[in-house]
């Protein structure tokens, strides 16, 4: 089969044929992808600015969905043929944070990263991928495989959601960055009745593909923001750029008592200078947001709401390309044409 791999020791991204993986263990499943995602974490890998396995290539792609080639012996609910998402993430099970249902911070590095799909167990740049049964998900009639690619980016959307909530329809709120995260949040938003939105994006073009969604939002660039006269002060400001200085910037948008959730991920180095005398007087919140504990089940839930008046692919600026187009998804995704990528199988 084919696949798309990395090596960190060389920073090197190959389209490589090797054998359709076999399944070792009896809780397994493997997976036929159909569509599988181009993340802002991928690129990040590349660049050596997130966590991967140093010791062999790994093939990428931690967001994508497919239906079942086969089962584990132990695996007694899912069929040949069904329809499914695959989680990425996993912990050990057995320290105290997975058995405080926070796996994401999962202290045993060894046994919870081994299970961590595309950054170091294989992921579904391929046409077949390897999953535990825990991390399959069988998707529900209403949602296409197309849209089931997006399960994973929108399962840590409903995590942050959790964390900021409650967002009261009425808050004034800004989303940084129309990538496709800030798209997502846009959508999410919108469903849930919210008007009084702002996104700032400093590319023209992903403005512009926003605009498709047919929101209503305020759309603007960073420099329109901050040269507005009224000095707007949003109630909550939720980061989807991951860049440092925005992040900093924002700090001085959130109203007294607002909430800023840092949703995007930076680089490793990066840093921000506070005033802790402003948190203060503001009496504000800052929430981080990591992966996706225990959400897909939410996701797909939230996802059968949006259906395709949300989740069209035209709309979202998402573009599908071969996997063997693997050049022309980095090149797109730097200069900012396209939201997001997603190879297609």
């Known amino acids: 089969m084919e696949a798309v791999r990395f090596t960190l020791k060389t920073r090197k991204l190959e389209l490589v044929k090797i054998p359709v993986p076999k399944l070792l263990g009896e809780d397994e499943v493997l997976v036929k992808v159909a569509y599988s995602g181009f993340c802002g974490t991928d690129l990040h890998i590349m660049q050596g600015e997130y966590p991967v396995d140093h010791d062999k290539p790994v093939t990428l792609g931690h967001e994508y969905s497919g239906t079942v080639a086969e089962v ?3 695996v007694h609910d899912l069929k040949k043929g069904d329809r499914v998402a695959v ?10 944070f997975c058995r405080s249902g926070a796996y994401h911070h999962c202290a045993d590095t060894g046994a919870g990263a081994q299970n961590k799909i595309g950054t170091f167990h294989d992921g579904g740049w391929a046409e077949y991928a390897v999953a535990l049964r825990r991390q399959v998900h069988k998707l529900p009639e209403s949602i296409t495989l197309k849209q089931a690619a997006l399960t994973e980016p929108i399962s840590c959307l409903t995590h942050g959601w959790d964390i900021v909530s409650p967002i009261n329809v009425g808050e004034r709120i800004l989303v940084l960055g129309a990538g496709i ?5 846009a959508c999410a938003l919108h469903l849930q009745g ?3 939105v702002t996104v700032s994006e400093p590319n023209p073009v992903r403005l512009e593909l926003l605009r498709q969604l047919d929101t209503g ?8 923001l901050y040269q507005r006269l009224d000095a707007p002060f949003y109630d909550v400001v939720v980061d989807c750029s991951g860049n440092a200085a925005a992040v900093e910037a924002s700090v001085n948008l959130v109203q007294k008592g607002g909430k ?8 490793t180095g990066a840093e921000i200078r506070l005033k802790p005398f402003d948190l203060y007087m503001k009496e504000m919140k800052i929430y981080g947001v990591r992966t996706n504990p225990y959400s ?4 797909l839930g939230l996802m059968e709401a949006m259906g395709d008046r949300y989740l069209n692919y035209d709309a979202l600026g998402v573009k599908t390309l071969s996997l063997g187009q693997y050049n022309e998804a980095i090149d797109i995704l730097k200069k900012g044409i396209v939201a997001k990528v997603v190879f297609e199988f």
């Open 181 to 185: 995260i800030g798209n997502l949040w």
């Open 87 to 96: 989680d990425p993430n996993d912990g050990c099970h057995c320290c105290n």
């Open 72 to 74: 584990g012996s132990s």
């Open 194 to 196: 919210h008007r009084k």
């Open 260 to 267: 800023l959730c840092c949703f995007g991920v930076a680089p």
């Open 296 to 299: 897909f089940p939410k996701a």
């Open 217 to 224: 939002f305020d759309l603007v660039t960073p420099a329109e």
